[in-house]
């Protein structure tokens, strides 16, 4: 019958689109996790960047006139300077992808009447990683190491004058006035090399992001596979007197890595900045020891006096029987301490953790006592 359409109409639906009980989960998706080789797309450590600074305004040309004072005198006022262009170093900018190739300062606006200066321009404020290196023409130009700390890469142009400025008693009613100055233009090239305390340096495969995933909240990826890392990975080690050791996992080096093989000096360079080292030699290897000679021979032949930075020995894979039959002829062949541990079961971590404050106490010391300031995180 027609009236049971109307009925059906009228009726209320089984399930409403918009009640929160029988509505679709509207929660936002989790980001999916980048793996280590999608990262190595993200992670940059050389960047060249063009920067301009930003144009003056020019300076206002205009006579001040109201009734009964028709011959008020010039009243232009100047023009605003143009903004400068600002690299600012931010420890949550990890890589130099962020950075684009082009930047440009904000213009001083034109100077009004009534001597009415022109608003400056805008700075331009360019975000870096900390430990950035600011070349030009070859020649470092700048050093950013510590979080906020600034670097002026190109200024902005001075702002012309208006002819209120050019007034004078031999020339009452001037009609010249000065277009603004342009900024400055520079092209620097930009290196990232990581600032950490201490760096996890060793040979493929050798358990360095392992060790790091252990003392740290850091999560670099680990796989039975040599190069596993790619990119630098930075994780904190925390004290409960709220100091703060940031240690580095450097990627795996190889022989001849000074002469450009395998990932070579594009991550040599991250050692430089740390300030002690923690070499990771495979314990199950025969003959451990000839990684620790061939690692201190590559970082020698990097950069003379590197591999004399105070340093520790760190025995991975004691859980392997082959590594406790390796440990006493280490310790044999190596003048420096050695600690043997598992990354992978956590034996003997809390020994490497108190060797490693030490190693940062003294560091802090140190620095101290030659009037610099330790960096801190």
Same mark, same amino acid.
């Given at each position: 019958?027609?009236?049971?359409?109307?009925?059906? +109409?009228?009726?209320?639906?089984?399930?409403?689109?918009?009640?929160?009980?029988? @509505?679709?989960?509207?929660?936002?998706?989790?980001?999916?996790?980048?793996?280590?080789?999608? #990262?190595?797309?993200?992670?940059?450590?050389?960047?060249?960047?063009?920067?301009?600074?930003?144009?003056?305004?020019?300076?206002?040309?205009?006579?001040?006139?109201?009734?009964?004072?028709?011959?008020?005198?010039?009243?232009? @006022?100047?023009?605003?300077? /143009?903004?400068?262009?600002?690299?600012?170093?931010?420890?949550?900018?990890?890589? +130099?992808?962020?950075?684009?190739?082009?930047?440009?300062?904000?213009?001083?606006?034109?100077?009004?009447?009534?001597?009415?200066?022109?608003?400056?321009?805008?700075?331009?404020?360019?975000?870096?990683?900390?430990?950035?290196?600011?070349?030009?023409?070859?020649?470092?130009?700048?050093?950013?190491?510590?979080?906020? $700390?600034?670097?002026?890469?190109?200024?902005? /142009?001075?702002?012309?004058?208006?002819?209120?400025?050019?007034?004078?008693?031999?020339?009452?009613?001037?009609?010249?006035?000065?277009?603004?100055?342009? /900024?400055? $233009?520079?092209?620097?090239? +930009? $290196?990232?090399?990581?600032?950490?305390?201490?760096?996890?340096? @060793?040979?493929?495969?050798?358990?360095?992001?392992?060790?790091?995933?252990?003392?740290?909240?850091?999560?670099?990826?680990?796989?039975?596979?040599?190069?596993?890392?790619?990119?630098?990975?930075?994780?904190?080690?925390?004290?409960?007197?709220? $100091?703060?050791?940031?240690?580095?996992?450097?990627?795996?080096?190889?022989?001849?890595?000074?002469?450009?093989?395998?990932?070579?000096?594009?991550?040599?360079?991250?050692?430089?900045?740390?300030?002690? +080292?923690?070499?990771?030699?495979?314990?199950?290897?025969?003959?451990?020891?000839?990684?620790?000679?061939?690692?201190?021979?590559?970082?020698?032949?990097?950069?003379?006096?590197?591999?004399?930075?105070?340093?520790?020995?760190? @025995?991975?894979?004691?859980?392997?029987?082959?590594?406790?039959?390796?440990?006493? #002829?280490?310790?044999?062949?190596?003048?420096?301490?050695?600690?043997?541990?598992?990354?992978?079961?956590?034996?003997?971590?809390?020994?490497?953790?108190?060797?490693?404050?030490?190693?940062?106490?003294?560091?802090?010391?140190?620095?101290?006592?030659? /009037?610099?300031?330790?960096?801190?995180?």
């Amino acid at each position: 019958a027609p009236w049971k359409h109307v009925l059906l +109409l009228l009726s209320p639906p089984a399930f409403s689109t918009t009640c929160a009980r029988y @509505g679709k989960d509207r929660r936002l998706r989790q980001k999916r996790a980048i793996s280590e080789r999608q #990262l190595t797309r993200y992670f940059v450590d050389h960047r060249k960047v063009r920067v301009v600074g930003g144009q003056g305004g020019a300076g206002g040309y205009s006579f001040y006139s109201e009734p009964r004072k028709i011959f008020g005198g010039p009243d232009g @006022g100047n023009g605003g300077d /143009g903004g400068h262009v600002i690299l600012k170093a931010d420890r949550q900018t990890k890589s +130099l992808s962020s950075v684009l190739p082009f930047y440009q300062g904000c213009h001083g606006e034109k100077g009004g009447r009534k001597n009415c200066y022109g608003a400056n321009g805008a700075y331009v404020y360019v975000k870096v990683p900390v430990g950035t290196l600011v070349k030009e023409d070859g020649e470092v130009v700048a050093d950013l190491t510590q979080h906020g $700390e600034e670097y002026v890469a190109a200024y902005g /142009g001075a702002g012309g004058k208006g002819n209120r400025f050019f007034l004078s008693n031999e020339n009452r009613s001037p009609t010249l006035f000065t277009p603004g100055e342009p /900024g400055q $233009e520079r092209v620097l090239h +930009l $290196e990232l090399k990581t600032t950490a305390h201490a760096g996890l340096v @060793g040979f493929p495969n050798a358990g360095k992001s392992s060790l790091l995933r252990a003392i740290s909240r850091a999560k670099p990826a680990v796989a039975a596979y040599p190069f596993t890392t790619l990119n630098p990975h930075v994780g904190i080690v925390h004290y409960q007197d709220y $100091e703060q050791v940031a240690v580095a996992d450097i990627p795996g080096l190889i022989k001849g890595a000074h002469q450009n093989r395998g990932l070579g000096v594009t991550f040599l360079k991250h050692i430089e900045r740390c300030r002690f +080292l923690l070499y990771v030699v495979d314990l199950s290897v025969p003959q451990p020891w000839v990684q620790l000679q061939d690692l201190k021979y590559e970082l020698e032949q990097y950069d003379r006096g590197l591999s004399e930075r105070p340093c520790v020995v760190i @025995g991975n894979k004691i859980d392997l029987a082959e590594s406790r039959m390796n440990l006493p #002829l280490l310790r044999e062949q190596v003048a420096e301490r050695v600690i043997a541990l598992s990354a992978l079961t956590g034996d003997n971590l809390e020994e490497l953790l108190w060797h490693l404050r030490e190693l940062y106490d003294t560091y802090v010391k140190t620095e101290q006592s030659q /009037g610099q300031r330790p960096v801190k995180w």
